[in-house]
């Protein structure tokens, strides 16, 4: 979204050419200069960041019937095996597989994916 913009701001412009820094130290030179900073783009101090923004709310887990993918779920990040079995047990798309089938073992692995051992 950023390149899309047709005015980049200035503060966003600065903190990039921080980051690109350690990567291609000459061209961020550059580009610090250009952009009328003073002094050298490795002594200023680094940007800050948000820890909050780093933590995911929600992961994608894979579910397997037997070892098999048959889909992928959206679950919250913090779910725990039961949570994860009753929200993959909902999804159409694993019912269909397990319809009519006995659940003999569910190994779930939180954050991951879930597997149902059915015979």
Same mark, same amino acid.
């Given at each position: ?31 610090? $200069? ?20 780093? @933590? ?5 887990? =894979? =579910? ?18 039961? =949570? ?9 798309? @694993? ?6 089938? $006995?659940? +003999?073992?569910?190994?779930? +692995? ?10």
């Amino acid at each position: 979204e950023f390149t899309k913009l047709d005015v980049r701001p200035r503060a966003a412009m600065l903190q990039y050419v921080q980051c690109l820094a350690p990567f291609a130290p000459h061209i961020a030179e550059e580009l610090w $200069q250009i952009l009328g900073e003073t002094g050298s783009v490795h002594t200023s101090a680094f940007p800050d960041f948000d820890q909050s923004k780093l @933590v995911l709310s929600e992961v994608e887990i =894979v =579910v397997q019937v037997s070892s098999k993918i048959r889909g992928k779920l959206v679950v919250p990040a913090d779910a725990d095996s039961a =949570v994860m079995e009753s929200m993959a047990k909902a999804d159409s798309a @694993v019912q269909k597989h397990l319809e009519g089938k $006995q659940i +003999v073992k569910v190994i779930a +692995v939180p954050g991951k994916l879930i597997n149902f051992i059915v015979k």
